[in-house]
């Protein structure tokens, strides 16, 4: 059953004008593409009614308000689309609240109807990287072209480029992983990763 | 320029490359954290719903225990039962029941290697004795008596109000629930230090059920009692109380423990609990208490009961009408009856809730659909109760049998109301729960005490110049938290309380200026070595196996319900049919959409087979063609019915009961079920579970039949506890076949008798994969 057409309130807050990005950083890192200001109340719901009602499901698992009033912060936003299975970067989800300030992130709140359309945006974006991709991509680690990469690198790798990752984060994606001498096979890193 | 830009270029194709790579890993783990979080959620959340369902279970109980009371026959056998299950109080004054607890005559003998106590206590030997705990020791039953005897003469001198102080710079250390988890005290030690004048303590209640070492907890905190009057204090819980002890687990414990005294042991503890304070008071600013508060919550009130009067949630005291004194025998009878005509008052009280709060909030209207008893009815029963109980005493006392003569009271005719309130008044204290809106209303999830509102936090306070409540009472997945506009702080210090991994706990200390500071901690013993997502996945597990023993349990209903929506009976039914369907029967508020991926193997087209589906959660029966499915069914769902009213039977506490009662009690609940059980299935499920050839029923060996074999869980803990065996310093966490009043399914290790040996016909192996993770359930009924 075609959904109707949702009008989608104006997402909070006011869309600023996009920010003119900071100085590139040092080349040769190329630089990222100023995007046009995001227009979501152009965008039809694709979703099914079905659909609607599970995303209701995941929303309200992360809804912490005392009377549950069906609002995430602006800060779990990124992990409730994340946890309904796309995959965002963190870029993407700033973009799509509007690009908030720091500040608000933890304490300006969004409701379901206002997520729904930056979901669906989300939703878009197809490149999930597949194994392959991500074997490519770690090899570019693998000095000495043996199939591993040394833990202590990969960890240096992701805390500092591009999004990076804190401390903890990678504590926890690499614990166990790494051998005696510090070593990653990386093959079975990522089938580790990728079977969840 | 040449070779110079070439190494460039070649350098930013590997830099770009190197990017790339970082953020897909990125961006892949956030991914994988937001999912395990959403897992860590839901799973949260089936814990709390299904610790729902078990408290309805005690309503169960309580309903089942009304029906008796009003349907019994004159029957010669019958009547036994009942009184078995009604029997007289004795009463006796405290000097006797000082001789009933005593425990010169019992000798010690030499080969006992625990600790020796010496009376008066020291500091020296309650440390000595949590060290004894902390290695697996037994304190000998002598020294359990003589340790509970001097801590009941020190209770009755106490008030009903604690009154402690933070002058001299002291910090007070303030812990929640325990629940028999030794190892989460001794943490608590370990971190804080023991109690001393330096360092005082509160305890809020609910040391012991569930837990295996509820007595070690008790003894340790009474020994610091003794030796440190003025600065441990102990506040009572609801489940502080030896009814609710005998469903939870405590009873069993000591019983087990203790196989010659335990009796006189939980006799002794039923007295202590009701001695113990109820509220303790820090600087005339901060309130602890176990539960909660009401509208009507008045402390000048709380001081002046006779808090001891009150010994059980089930049981209010005796009022003091002339009609009542020449019938004594009848006084647990009519205190039952009271009891049910108490909670009449909650089932009128239905209230509209938000979806969010709904699963929290059922009128037992709802509850007693899934019962097969209609809200009609129910007004019914309670009426003809208590009509009953007003006029027919001299007829249920023929019926019951001889009456000891008893003096009649020297009060005057009126029924004293204060009993009313007072108990009311102590219900509210250690039953209550808050609630985010304005109000309060009866708290229909546990059968007593009250939902109370932001607004009655705060003239609460305003009344009594107070600033912030302390209560425990409810899990929190962080140990603690704050409602009510940070005036009310819900502690609990049992970590993993519902499985590994799925809370931590949280002690509290507070300085002369009374803001609170948190220490929370888990116990690890058992995770070392998970990784997060490991121990996520475990607690998930474990959460969906109980979900799926509760779609079990509904199964009749959930296939009427399905049958209702699949009008052209395909079979078949969409996911967004079942998810409804289940919530409408189940009313457990979870977000079943999410979850289906854990609990549906498969589906065609969007479109599932719910007969298949059935046939996964199925029962296997084994034994004979007598029993059938459905009659399984539903004796496993009033299992822990069932087998509260086997223990309450087994009036000498030797986990036997005779034939007779057996066919008595499953006759009742069947008739109160109004579901057909027939002599030969009676006998069939007798014969089955007689491996004495004695003429009684081993309770433990019935109840076994009744748990979910999970095989998967089986060869998980078995490969645990092969992990444990290499890390010898781990405690050894034993995994007993507890009986099915505990959280939930739990594995056997190693078979108790010959007939558990025959458990390898059931459940085909179980794949590991994440979805394939749905085992196989079964029963297992012992074969002829």
């Known amino acids: 059953m075609a959904p109707k057409k949702v009008e989608p309130k104006k997402p909070e807050p006011k869309k600023p004008e996009p920010k003119k990005e900071e100085a590139p950083a040092p080349a040769p890192v190329p630089e990222i593409p100023k995007e046009p200001a995001l227009d979501l109340k152009s965008l039809p719901l694709e979703f099914t009614a079905d659909q609607i009602e599970e995303f209701k499901d995941a929303f309200t698992l992360f809804d912490e308000t005392p009377t549950g009033e069906m609002k995430i912060r602006y800060s779990q936003c990124g992990d409730v689309m994340r946890a309904l299975g796309h995959n965002p970067t963190n870029a993407d989800v700033l973009t799509v609240l509007g690009k908030p300030k720091a500040e608000d992130m933890n304490t300006k709140y969004l409701d379901f109807e206002t997520f729904l359309p930056m979901l669906q945006h989300i939703s878009r974006s197809k490149d999930q990287g597949t194994f392959e991709d991500f074997v490519e991509g770690l090899r570019v680690f693998d000095k000495e072209g043996n199939g591993t990469v040394m833990g202590a690198e990969l960890r240096h790798v992701l805390a500092t480029l591009g999004e990076k990752m804190t401390e903890d984060e990678v504590d926890r994606l690499m614990a166990g992983q790494e051998d005696a001498n510090g070593c990653i096979n990386y093959t079975s890193f990522i089938k580790h990763i990728l079977s969840g | ?784």
């Open chain 2, 1 to 784: 320029m040449g070779c110079g830009v070439t190494k460039n270029n070649a350098f930013n194709k590997r830099y770009d490359k190197a990017m790339k790579a970082a953020v897909m890993i990125q961006r892949w783990y956030r991914q994988y954290a937001a999912r395990m979080e959403m897992r860590r959620r839901y799973t949260w959340n089936i814990f709390q719903s299904m610790e729902y369902a078990d408290l309805q279970d005690q309503i169960k109980l309580y309903n089942f225990l009304g029906y008796l009371m009003d349907n019994f026959t004159p029957s010669s056998s019958e009547r036994n039962l009942i009184s078995h299950i009604f029997r007289e109080n004795e009463v006796c004054r405290d000097a006797e029941w000082e001789r009933f607890f005593n425990y010169s005559n019992i000798d010690v003998p030499d080969i006992y290697s625990g600790p020796r106590l010496t009376f008066p206590l020291d500091m020296d030997q309650a440390a000595g004795l949590v060290e004894a705990f902390k290695n697996k020791q037994q304190l000998h039953s002598r020294y359990v008596l003589q340790l509970l005897l001097e801590t009941w003469k020190l209770l009755r001198g106490l008030p009903n109000i604690n009154r402690v102080s933070t002058c001299h710079s002291k910090e007070i250390t303030v812990c929640g629930d325990l629940h028999g988890q030794l190892e989460d005290l001794l943490l608590i030690f370990y971190k804080n230090g023991m109690p001393s004048m330096e360092k005082p303590y509160v305890f809020n209640g609910d040391y012991v059920d569930r837990g295996k070492d509820s007595i070690e907890i008790l003894l340790i905190l009474f020994a610091f009692l003794l030796v440190y009057p003025g600065d441990v204090y102990l506040n009572r819980g609801n489940h502080e109380d030896h009814i609710i002890n005998l469903r939870y687990g405590f009873t069993k414990e000591v019983l087990g423990k203790y196989k010659l005294h335990g009796k006189r042991i939980l006799k002794l503890l039923q007295k202590i609990f009701s001695w113990l304070p109820l509220v303790t008071v820090i600087d005339h600013r901060v309130l602890i208490v176990h539960g909660g508060i009401s509208d009507t919550t008045e402390l000048a009130l709380i001081a002046r009961v006779d808090r001891h009067r009150y010994v059980s949630a089930m049981k209010p005291p005796k009022k003091k009408t002339p009609s009542r004194s020449s019938l004594y025998a009848d006084s647990e009878r009519y205190d039952e009856m009271i009891i049910c005509r108490n909670r009449t008052g909650s089932m009128t009280f239905p209230k509209q809730f938000s979806a969010r709060d709904s699963f929290q909030r059922r009128s037992l209207q709802d509850f007693s659909r899934t019962v097969a008893r209609t809200v009609e009815e129910e007004f019914e029963v309670r009426r003809r109760q208590a009509q009953f109980s007003m006029s027919s005493f001299s007829q249920s006392h023929r019926i019951l049998g001889s009456v000891p003569s008893c003096e009649s009271e020297p009060d005057s005719t009126e029924v004293i109301d204060t009993s009313d309130d007072d108990w009311k008044q102590i219900l509210d204290l250690l039953w209550s729960d808050p609630m985010s809106q304005d109000g309060c209303v009866p708290n229909e999830v546990r059968g007593g005490g009250c939902y109370w509102g932001p607004d009655v936090t705060e003239d609460f306070l305003n009344r009594h110049n107070l600033q912030l409540i302390i209560r425990s009472h409810e899990c929190k997945q962080d140990g603690y938290e704050f409602c009510h506009n940070r005036k009310v702080l819900t502690l609990f210090s049992a970590s993993n309380y519902y499985e590994i991994g799925s809370n931590r706990g949280a002690f509290v200390r507070l300085g002369p200026d009374l803001v609170p500071y948190f220490v929370q901690y888990q116990a690890t013993s058992m995770i070392r070595g998970l990784s997060f997502p490991q121990s996520v996945k475990r607690t998930e597990h474990t959460a969906l196996k109980v979900l799926r023993e509760q779609l079990f349990v509904h199964k009749s209903d959930l296939l009427s319900a399905f049958q209702e929506l699949d009008k052209e009976n395909t079979g078949l039914i969409c996911l967004s049919d079942w998810a409804s369907a289940i919530e409408r029967v189940l009313h457990l508020d979870l977000p079943w959409r999410v979850l289906h991926p854990q609990l549906v193997s498969s589906t065609t087209d969007g479109m599932l087979d719910y007969h298949g589906w059935f046939r996964d959660l199925a029962l296997k029966n084994h034994s004979s063609e007598y029993i059938e499915q459905s009659m399984l069914e539903t004796l496993y769902k009033h299992r822990s019915t069932l087998e509260t009213i086997f223990r309450i039977v087994d009036t000498d506490n030797s986990g036997l009961i005779s034939f007779e009662d057996f066919r008595q009690t499953l006759k009742l609940l069947s008739a109160y079920l109004k579901m057909e059980i027939s002599d030969e299935v009676i006998n069939e499920l007798v014969i089955s579970t007689d491996t004495n050839n004695d003429g009684s029923i081993d309770i433990d060996e019935f109840m076994e039949a009744f748990r979910l074999v999970d095989k998967g869980r089986l060869e998980r803990g078995k490969s645990l506890f092969k992990f444990k065996q290499e890390y010898q310093h781990l405690p050894q966490e034993e995994e007993t076949s507890q009986t099915a009043d505990s959280k939930g399914p739990q594995i056997s290790q190693g078979p108790p008798s010959q007939t558990a040996g025959s458990l390898g016909t059931h459940a085909e192996d179980c794949s590991s994969s994440q979805t394939g993770d749905l085992c196989d359930i079964s029963v297992v009924v012992p074969p002829q």
